[in-house]
């Protein structure tokens, strides 16, 4: 398990890495584009080797693209599903020529077609097109949405069958701790940790668990709204964050913090390195 955070490439994509580095990162996760849309700025040879020799310098071998925000496959208009398909494309093939572990996406919402069942087929229909020829390292995963409106992707079932109706074998999964918990997922104790993921195992299988999201949640369980707190300052809290890292699974998971900068991200470094490290002690 490697401890990391989402890390800012403004000013250059070598600056993700050297920020990582700054923080007393392990792994890290960044934009190599506009995370609210526009065009991305081309690597250049110049762009990747400096990128390199920075995660070199600083023995960083895992690292993650969140592609933008503003992406959906469940829209109603085809022209939005065929870009967000070609966004995510781009963002592999990015994440690839940087030697990234993997590529996270949010999967949209089908509020406009007001058809949920509509727009998972959509977004598998639009993950096809995403891997169709695709040839990259790095790995696609999906993440697990808040729920909020019609956002698709905030049950263990509806990601099951997404999985399964793209049935590509590169698809994984992103958990995100404070998405799960406001989708209705209790993660508060050893417990109900130990429930919920027996639950997803039975659901989507833990083989398909390939990164976590670590964030506290600001808001109740089953609220359906993304809201991230600090470590051990939301509705998680810190007993829930411990039989996270102690289970099995999560022992062999990379965490991606995504609460909000300064020093109260700090904190949650020094947080979950001391609940990681309390297990091998």
């Not at 994509?13 to 934009?31: D, I, R, S, T, Y």
């Not at 993440?143 to 079932?157: C, K, L, N, P, R």
């Not at 039989?243 to 998971?253: E, G, V």
């Not at 995504?258 to 470094?269: K, S």
Request: glycine share 10%; proline share 3%.
């Amino acid at each position: 398990m490697k401890i990391g955070a989402h890390v800012s490439a403004a000013g250059g994509l070598h600056n993700a890495p050297q920020m990582a580095a700054e923080l007393g990162l392990e792994c890290f996760q960044f934009f190599s584009r506009p995370p609210q849309g526009g065009m991305a700025k081309p690597i250049t040879e110049e762009d990747e080797v400096k990128f390199k020799e920075i995660c070199v310098k600083h023995n960083f071998t895992d690292y993650y693209i969140h592609t933008p925000y503003v992406l959906n496959l469940a829209s109603d208009k085809a022209e939005v599903r065929h870009r967000t398909a070609s966004i995510i494309r781009s963002d592999l093939e990015r994440a690839s020529q940087l030697g990234a572990t993997a590529v996270m996406t949010h999967l949209g919402s089908a509020s406009k077609i007001n058809d949920e069942k509509l727009g998972v087929k959509l977004v598998i229909d639009g993950l096809k097109e995403v891997l169709s020829g695709y040839e990259g390292t790095a790995q696609p995963l999906i993440e697990m949405s808040a729920g909020a409106g019609m956002v698709i992707g905030d049950t263990f079932e509806e990601l099951a069958t997404i999985i399964e109706g793209v049935a590509d074998d590169r698809i994984g999964l992103c958990f995100d701790t404070a998405h799960a918990f406001a989708s209705g997922y209790d993660l508060r104790n050893e417990e109900t940790v130990n429930e919920t993921l027996r639950w997803f195992d039975d659901i989507v299988g833990l083989e398909k668990l390939i990164l976590s999201h670590a964030n506290d949640s600001l808001v109740e369980l089953g609220s359906h709204k993304d809201r991230h707190e600090h470590i051990g300052a939301g509705q998680i809290g810190l007993t829930g964050f411990r039989a996270l890292i102690s289970h099995y699974k999560f022992r062999n998971l990379n965490l991606i913090l995504e609460t909000p900068p300064g020093d109260g991200r700090t904190n949650d470094i020094a947080v979950l390195k001391k609940l990681r490290d309390e297990l091998t002690n």
